[in-house]
């Protein structure tokens, strides 16, 4: 893209603080509702353990699944129109799941369009803050001595952040009802929206024109194989990052204290992203992405290991709860590595062309991966003795993605 004249637009598009701060908002409000929707679907809607999934999969896939679009409209119309246009998709999604829970008698269906449209107002604004976090981190000025973080280190950062503190908001809230906290995210997005509004920099006109100049443009990211390659191999990221969340909690869950367990080995990977994200991100600059993928990719790949010898040999629970530990540690480890890397990449393969599509498509490959992987997962983890199967199939692809992703990813850039 060529640079930006001086004028009122490049001063603002420079405040990186306030796309940081976004993130932190964005997470703090999808994690003081998200997380007791099973609660509710199981408590108020009396939905069995299965539905339950098929119903959070398919928001995951509403999100993970469609930021190709997202990314696409951000190139189209501008990254400030598709991200506020993402705060009022959520703000509708989580007025719907309060409506669905006023109504008497509460209406199922209408909650899962409530899950629905939370997966897509996050579809469509992540996308477009990826946009701007790039163009911001293309603006920094040369470091003086030494490699530093990416933006998309510190992007994961106060990521993490809000994730933290989004579930204590929505504990405090949960007393006085799930509508009412769902109601409280709807005002919280408003909010953003509103903060959004005045402080993200209109599209330029040159940009917009340049975008515009072409339909083929929009779907630049699938006419480059080389990075159709590199995400699809990235993929393998996202499923493994995804098991913090369900098939290393189910290996918890034949423990006497899950809950205990599980809260633990959360509250340790927060303190782990908290505390290592930004060294983790200076060595990956300093050895490079190539260097950097084939680490991340095989210490997640190790940590699905680690559990997949326990598996083979019975172990008291204490052992158990230490293994998954161990091997959250090892995919999250792998995650603070290729992550922000992989993000940093979706520029370089873009080169002069938009963006948005690059960051969708790289989304998009992951949010498929966890749908077709987790299905298999789950069905393997069912199946009496094939559980370290599970855990070798989750390994599988890393290791493949080790081997093929640095070999497509583009040459470093110095910053």
């Known amino acids: 893209m060529p640079e930006p004249s001086p004028g009122a637009a490049a001063p603002r598009a420079a405040r990186t603080p306030v796309l940081l701060a976004t993130q932190f908002l964005f997470n703090t409000g999808f994690y003081a509702v998200v997380p007791f929707l099973a609660l509710v679907l199981t408590e108020d809607f009396g939905v069995a353990a299965t539905t339950v999934g098929l119903i959070l999969g398919i928001r995951t896939f509403a999100q993970q699944g469609m930021f190709l679009v997202g990314g696409v409209l951000a190139d189209r119309i501008g990254a400030r129109r598709v991200i506020l246009l993402g705060c009022a998709v959520r703000v509708a999604g989580f007025t719907t799941l309060a409506a669905s829970l006023l109504l008497a008698p509460p209406q ?47 992007l994961s950062i106060t990521g993490e952040l809000g994730a933290v503190t989004g579930p204590v908001i929505g504990a405090a809230l949960l007393g006085w009802g799930f509508a009412t906290v769902a109601l409280c995210g709807a005002g919280f997005f408003v909010l953003i929206g509103l903060f959004l509004a005045f402080w993200l920099p209109a599209a330029s006109r040159e940009h917009t024109s340049k975008v515009a100049a072409g339909p083929t443009r929009r779907w630049w990211s699938l006419r480059d194989r080389r990075f159709v390659g590199f995400s699809a191999a990235h ?76 598996a083979l040999t019975p172990v008291a629970d204490a052992a158990r709860v230490t293994i998954v530990v161990v091997a959250a540690s090892l995919v999250v480890a792998g995650h603070m590595t290729t992550n922000p890397t992989a993000l940093s990449l979706a520029p370089r393969f873009a080169e002069d062309r938009p963006t948005g599509s690059f960051f969708g498509l790289l989304a998009t490959c992951g949010g498929i991966a966890v749908l077709i992987g987790n299905l298999i997962v789950g069905v393997l983890l069912a199946m009496p003795g094939a559980s370290a199967a599970a855990w070798l199939f989750l390994a599988a692809p890393l290791i493949v993605a080790a081997v093929v992703a640095p070999r497509l990813a583009p040459s470093a850039r110095p910053h």
């Open 108 to 154: 199922l269906a209408l909650f899962v369009a409530g899950t629905v449209l939370t997966g897509l107002g996050g579809a469509l604004f992540s996308p477009g803050l990826n946009v701007l976090l790039a163009d911001a981190e293309r603006r920094r000025p040369a470091a003086g001595t030494g490699p530093r973080a990416s933006l998309f280190a510190w």
């Open 235 to 310: 993929a393998a990221d996202l499923l493994a990052y995804n098991q913090l969340y369900l098939a290393l909690p189910l290996q918890l869950a034949t423990t006497d204290h899950p809950a205990t367990a599980t809260a633990g080995m959360f509250a340790w990977v927060s303190v782990l992203t908290l505390t290592l994200q930004i060294p983790v991100a200076r060595w990956s600059a300093r050895v490079g992405a190539p260097v950097a993928l084939r680490t991340g990719y095989l210490l997640s790949a190790a940590g699905f290991a680690v559990v997949a010898v326990g």
